[in-house]
């Protein structure tokens, strides 16, 4: 069964929507607070994130903000007041729906099950093994790349660069964020490193199959957009 995480500081409304959704049959976990929240919702075997907006120390939708960097999980926000700009903040980071407290829970259950199918489907839909962008295509079993008949050849991490890239299309990635990911190191200050594997990576296609697949997004980083 799914695992549901809610992520709410009033310890009453997280209790009442827990003992809900286990009798449902759901398992659940609870994060009392923005960084813990954070925390939980990046591990791999949380289904889906019911999120309050008002949190002590990260707001929600920072979380949502910073969960999206790296995850699809299905996030349905809950706004305390029926508050437009909440909602709007937090689609736009984002979230997949909203719920205005206080809610029917029938209404949290439905909508829960919807935000599950959507993902699930898409999931299935990924599940191709295969990464394409125009004639470029990135298989992920064997971790080889070819523009349409070539193979590109390209070292372990341009290609982990290339992949991440891909997959967090039209997401514009700042180098940090691209050394902790890739790199899987923390960021000491140095992103030189960052810049260096892009020049390659665009040497190698960019250049050679005059396309323009990796775009520079000044004072941020860099992102693959979809292709027009
Ligand atoms: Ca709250």
Redesign the pocket.
């Known amino acids: 069964m799914a695992k549901i995480l809610i992520v709410?500081?009033?310890v009453k409304i997280a209790r009442f929507v827990e003992l809900e959704l286990k009798y449902e049959g759901y398992e659940v976990e609870i994060a009392n607070d923005g960084r813990t929240g954070l925390e939980k919702a990046l591990k791999d075997d949380v289904d889906l994130v019911l999120l309050?907006?008002?949190?002590p120390g990260l707001s929600g939708i920072e979380v949502c903000r910073r969960v999206r960097l790296e995850s699809k999980v299905p996030i349905i926000m809950l706004t305390?007041k029926d508050d437009v700009t909440d909602k709007v903040a937090g689609l736009d980071t984002g979230a997949d729906d909203y719920m205005t407290k206080p809610f029917a829970i029938e209404e949290l259950l439905a909508r829960i099950r919807v935000a599950l199918n959507r993902h699930s489907k898409e999931k299935q839909e990924v599940k191709t093994d295969v990464l394409k962008y125009g004639e470029l295509e990135i298989n992920l079993a064997s971790h080889s790349v070819h523009y349409g008949k070539d193979e590109v050849t390209l070292t372990k991490k341009e290609y982990e660069l290339l992949e991440y890239l891909l997959r967090n299309k039209n997401i514009a990635m700042t180098r940090e964020q691209l050394l902790n990911n890739v790199w899987d190191y923390e960021y000491f200050g140095d992103t030189n490193v960052v810049d260096v594997y892009i020049r390659y990576l665009r040497q190698k296609i960019d250049d050679k199959y005059g396309i323009h697949l990796i775009n520079t997004v000044r004072g941020v980083g860099y992102i693959i957009r979809d292709e027009k």
């Open positions: 709410e500081d009033e309050d907006i008002m949190l305390a």
